[in-house]
């Protein structure tokens, strides 16, 4: 009986090795390769990242730079209120701030919200509680709305908050994850832009965009952050742009850096 446990043990451990042998690389020197010549005709700084929560591959393309969020830090205001209070015990109104913020991504009723979560500190503390190591939020007011927008992050960060959304061990209620999961698959038309360039036939597409022009420079960034879901995999992804002539101009870039990127992860069904 010993002996039969044992054999079953070491049969498991081989299975594991070899999946993890067959598991092919992500051929990093290749895709920086193809997205600078993509790139070299285009404006601006771009950094990204893909992370296969599935098998743990990942890829990441400039990570040292910092980028704004614009609304995408709309997910983290959300994620944050939602460790302190499950959706179901939120007020009605605060639950419909979320639902525009998320969907239409409603700039007052992110201002609303940036208060409830406490400000700038609170957002702090709750990316840290989620991993988050490059983001802080930063206090007063900009302009004509809270500073959300200008908190700068790493992809590295934004891939940590996506994979909340979906981790067993995350701190937010698996209840909590589905509601979030279900505002960002529906995003209003003509927010749906960005990281769903890269879906394959099939996939669900989770997803919360950003866009901003810089009082500084009137250049535009241009922000896509979510997850594909298909085929067993979770697919994190996060592409940051900032010096865009237009946003129009930023959307093609953000496009066209996930599509680029996704090709080595994975080849949709024809």
């Avoid at 990204?48 to 614009?70: F, N, Q, S, W």
């Amino acid at each position: 009986m010993l002996l039969g446990i044992r054999e079953e043990a070491a049969g498991a451990r081989l299975e594991q090795v070899s999946a993890e042998e067959t598991l092919a690389p992500v051929p990093a020197k290749r895709m920086s390769k193809r997205l600078d010549g993509y790139l070299a005709g285009r404006s601006g700084k771009v950094t990204a990242m893909v992370k296969d929560l599935a098998t743990g591959r990942l890829y990441r393309y400039h990570p040292g730079e910092r980028m704004i969020t614009a609304s995408t830090a709309k997910a983290q205001i959300l994620m944050g209120l939602l460790l302190k209070t499950p959706w179901k015990k939120l007020p009605q109104a605060v639950r419909h701030d979320a639902e525009i913020m998320i969907r239409y991504s409603d700039n007052h009723a992110a201002d609303r919200l940036w208060l409830r979560l406490g400000g700038a500190p609170g957002f702090t503390k709750a990316g840290r509680k989620f991993g988050l190591k490059h983001t802080q939020g930063v206090p007063g007011n900009c302009v004509d709305l809270y500073c959300w927008g200008i908190t700068r992050t790493s992809v590295d960060d934004q891939i940590r908050l996506m994979r909340a959304l979906v981790a067993p061990k995350s701190p937010l209620r698996a209840k909590d994850r589905d509601q979030v999961l279900s505002l960002m698959g529906r995003v209003i038309d003509g927010q749906n832009w960005g990281i769903s360039a890269a879906a394959c036939k099939g996939d669900r597409v989770a997803l919360k965009n950003g866009w901003l022009k810089r009082v500084s420079n009137k250049l535009w960034a241009t922000i896509s952050v979510g997850l594909l879901r298909g085929d067993g995999h979770d697919y994190a992804i996060a592409v940051l742009t900032e010096g865009s002539p237009q946003v129009g101009y930023g959307i093609a870039t953000v496009e066209g850096v996930a599509k680029r990127i996704m090709q080595d992860f994975r080849k949709c069904p024809a």
